[in-house]
Every structure is written in C-alpha cells, then in structure tokens.
C-alpha cells in the first residue's frame, strides 16, 4: 500500500491546474531518419542536421533491427548482410488488414533512405483510399507520390493527390499533431516543382517539435490519452475528489461533436481507444453528473461496432480489433444491464479471436501481452446470464478461456522475439465480499508500440458523493503506469 500511496502520489503531482496530465513524446529513429533524409535533399538547416545525425548515430548499434536499418541507412551506412530485414516476418506481427498497406510504406521510406533497390510498380490496389480513415488516406497518398517520382511515373500524381497533400500544411501546425505523416507528405511533394517554399515551411514547423536528444517523436503529443489514463488509475487508487473532477473536466472541454476522443487535442480523428478510457473517467467522477456526454460516448462506439460484435479503431466497417474490443468492453461493463447484449457480443469477439496460447491476434503494441492483459479485465465484468458455451477453465462465466491469458500474463511472454514494456498482471481481488456492481480495475496504460505499427499507421475508497461511483474497489493496487505506446513506436493504422 505505501507504494500505491506514493504513486498515487506523484501521478496527482502531474495533473495541471486544468485537469491535463501532459508527458512529452520522445523521440524515435523512423521520424528522426525522415527528418534527416529530408534536411539533406534540401541542404536547410545545417546546424539541425548535425544534431539529427547525433541522435541517429546513437542507433546505429541498436538491438531493434528497424531502428538500427532506419539509423544506419540514413547516415549512409552499409547494413550487414546478417541484419537485412525479413519484411514478411516483421509485417506478420501487425494486424493482417493493415499489412499491405505498410508493405508499401515501409519500401518507400526505405527508398527515400537508399536502403531499398527499385522494384515493380505496387499497382493501383495499393493505393486505394475506399475504406481508410483520414490520417491513413493521407499518408497512402503520401506514399504515392514517393513511389511515383522513384519509379519516374510523376503523371501518376494526380491533381486530387497534391490537393490532399497541400490540404495538410499550415504555417506552425502539424495536421493532426501527427509528425509521421507531416514528414511523409513533404517528402512527398519535396521533389516536385514549384513547392519548395510550401516544404521550407513545413521543415520549420516540424523543427518546432524536435526533442532535446536532436531526435523526433512520432506525433506531438497524446495528453488527452494520457490524461484519461491517469484518470481512471487514479480513480481506482483513491485520489481525492477535486483531482478526479479537475481530469473529468479536462476531458469534457475535449470532447468532440460525434462523442469521442482522439490522444490529442491537436487530431480530429476520435478513436475507440481513447473514448472507452474517457467513458471510464467520466463514470468513476459521477455516472448520473455526467450521464449526457457518457450517453455521446456510448453512442460514439456503438456507431463503429461491427457486425462480429467487436469494435475497430477508427472507422465503421473497418475489422474489429481484439484489443479495441476489450477497451470498449471494459467501458460498457459498468453501464448497466441496457449494454449487456453489447458486451456479451464484444467478449464473445474476444473469445473467437483467443489463440492457443492465451494471446491474441497481433495488435499495435510491441507487447504480445497487451491485449491479454486488457482481455482479462474484460472477462471479470461479463454480465451474470451464462454463457451457452464455456470453454473449461473459464472464469467468472467469460466466454473465453481466462485461464489461458492468465497463464500466458503469469509465463511474461516468453515468445517475443525483441525487448518490450510488459504490463503488470491485474491485480487479486482483496476480498471476495467485494461489492457489485464492482468498479472496474485500470486498464493500464498500453506498453510501447510495435515497431511494424510505426508503418502505417490502466485500497482506499475516494470520497463519494450524490452520483458519483463508489471506488472501494476490489482492486486496490493499481498496475504502474507503463511508457505510453504513442510516445514509443506507434501506429498510423
């Protein structure tokens, strides 16, 4: 208990007088090798270079394969032979609806690194935009573009194309805070005549967010994200009232028109994630006080919620995603028996999409245990009516083999082939008196991303007053807040 006190502690420290908690984003190789890249075909800020190369050279040796390829092939370095990279196997561990896409992705940035030989034209296909949401249409056409001008196809670009394109530069603002794609489009239009001063000003304002070290991170900031999940961790910690309400505060001020949130304040583009983790904070604060934005949010994930009774990230019609599906599952947990049928369709999702082993599909954390980890808080919140098929050593009712993704927490991931941040196992309910409807656990902030999804692509009861939950969780220990996956190797899916 005297850790949580003490985390619980300083995670208070960091909640500003508006209710954010705001953390940096550190820098990462693939955006700081783009910037690199893109600083030497236009020879612009010499001093800046030299700073980039610094950071990228640090990299060189380092024991991730795509950052050691990405640093080294961008200062000019030969890569050896042991070290080139399998793409199969490295784009097998994302999401198998996005790997196409970030097939060709990766072949361009490694094009525009000189890392990568010309190959054959990728066809129209790979660069169809029916069914993408904003961020991937533009860094789709992005890629395009790239690829046009390497193959010297520039009559492929068309004027749609560059409308897109120019659509996202404005003098000091990163379109949707996302650096990735900022930097893409100005490689993208780099080469073509007559932007020179629209990509002169793009560099100056993607300068305005370079870090210390003299690298870049992969989007300006996620605070909104980081805010929401310090806000349910605290919840489930006991922090003080006015803590709880400032961050509920914050998020309100953030929500957006359709009833979601994005990780930023900066994008447009809501997502599952963000909103199912704001939905949490807003009913720890006070389920009947905030109970017309909780219904917006609701009806925010119920408009992308698949026909297979899982959610997807961005988009509706989009494949739902084991780990958006237990994100939205452990929001719709405590909202009472109108959302039963929603969630026991979600955790049947879960169920279907459970490997073997415990695990689950690849996801856009570097962590084979991150959707694990979620799926098992999940699984505790399953509605009280049993489930007409329960595989053996199930628990709780869940229509999925708990014991399994335990097992699979418990043995740490044996299987990952390159270091990762592991999240903490839930915790061991304190007493099996707890009350119901409990609240629900943190779900944990995520571990860092994968690198393949740079491609693309969260003890003592709180106060409680008149509708505000009660927080005498059964869960008293709070997981410790992980690295946060935008501020590691993200994804663009």
């Not at 361009?108 to 129209?124: D, F, I, S, Y």
């Not at 904003?134 to 395009?144: F, I, N």
């Not at 856009?364 to 799926?375: C, D, E, G, I, Y």
């Not at 098929?389 to 044996?414: N, W």
Request: hydrophobic share 40%; net charge positive.
């Amino acid at each position: 208990m005297a850790a949580t006190a003490r985390l619980r502690a300083r995670l208070i420290s960091r909640v500003e007088p508006d209710g954010a908690v705001r953390d940096p984003c550190h820098s990462r190789v693939l955006e700081s090798a783009l910037l690199f890249a893109l600083l030497e075909r236009t020879r612009l800020e010499p001093a800046v270079r030299r700073r980039v190369a610094a950071y990228l050279t640090g990299h060189c040796d380092s024991p991730i394969l795509l950052d050691r390829l990405l640093a080294r092939s961008a200062l000019g370095r030969r890569e050896p032979a042991a070290d080139v990279l399998d793409v199969e196997r490295f784009l097998a561990r994302a999401p198998s609806f996005t790997g196409a896409r970030k097939r060709t992705f990766l072949h361009a940035v490694l094009l525009l690194l000189g890392a990568a030989p010309g190959t054959a034209w990728p066809g129209a296909d790979a660069f169809d935009l029916r069914g993408l949401h904003t961020w991937a249409r533009v860094q789709v056409t992005a890629v395009k573009a790239v690829l046009a001008h390497a193959h010297r196809l520039p009559h492929l670009i068309e004027a749609a194309d560059l409308d897109l394109l120019v659509s996202t530069q404005r003098p000091g603002t990163v379109w949707e805070g996302n650096l990735l794609i900022h930097l893409s489009v100005l490689h993208a239009l780099a080469p073509l005549p007559g932007y020179q001063q629209l990509v002169s000003g793009g560099i100056r304002t993607a300068l305005e967010h370079q870090r210390p070290d003299g690298g870049m991170p992969f989007i300006c900031d996620e605070d909104t994200w980081v805010t929401a999940t310090a806000g349910v961790a605290l919840h489930a910690a006991g922090a003080p009232t006015p803590v709880l309400d400032a961050i509920a505060g914050r998020l309100l001020r953030l929500q957006q028109p359709g009833g979601g949130w994005s990780c930023t304040e900066q994008a447009e583009l809501a997502d599952v994630d963000c909103t199912s983790v704001a939905i949490e904070v807003l009913h720890a604060a006070g389920p009947e006080i905030h109970r017309a934005p909780i219904t917006r949010a609701l009806g925010f994930l119920h408009a992308l919620r698949g026909r297979d009774g899982g959610f997807p990230t961005y988009l509706a019609g989009a494949p739902s995603e084991a780990c958006m599906t237990a994100a939205a599952a452990n929001a719709l947990s405590a909202q009472g028996p109108r959302q039963h049928a929603t969630l026991e369709a979600a955790l049947s999702h879960l169920a279907s999409q459970q490997q073997p082993d415990g695990t689950f599909p690849p996801d856009w954390s570097s962590s084979r245990l991150h959707t694990v980890f979620r799926a098992s808080l999940a699984a505790r919140h399953h509605p009280a009516t049993p489930h007409p098929a329960v595989p053996p050593g199930t628990s709780s009712g869940a229509p999925f083999d708990l014991s399994r993704s335990r097992r699979t927490l418990t043995a740490g991931g044996a299987s990952r082939t390159e270091p990762t941040a592991t999240p903490s196992a839930p915790p061991t309910p304190s007493s099996p008196s707890a009350p119901t409807p409990r609240p629900r656990p943190p779900p944990g902030a995520p571990p860092t991303c994968s690198p393949v999804s740079a491609l693309t692509g969260p003890s003592t009861a709180s106060p409680t007053r008149s509708g505000r939950a009660p927080s005498a969780s059964p869960f008293p220990r709070s997981p410790t807040l992980s690295p946060s996956w935008r501020s590691g190797t993200s994804p663009t899916t």
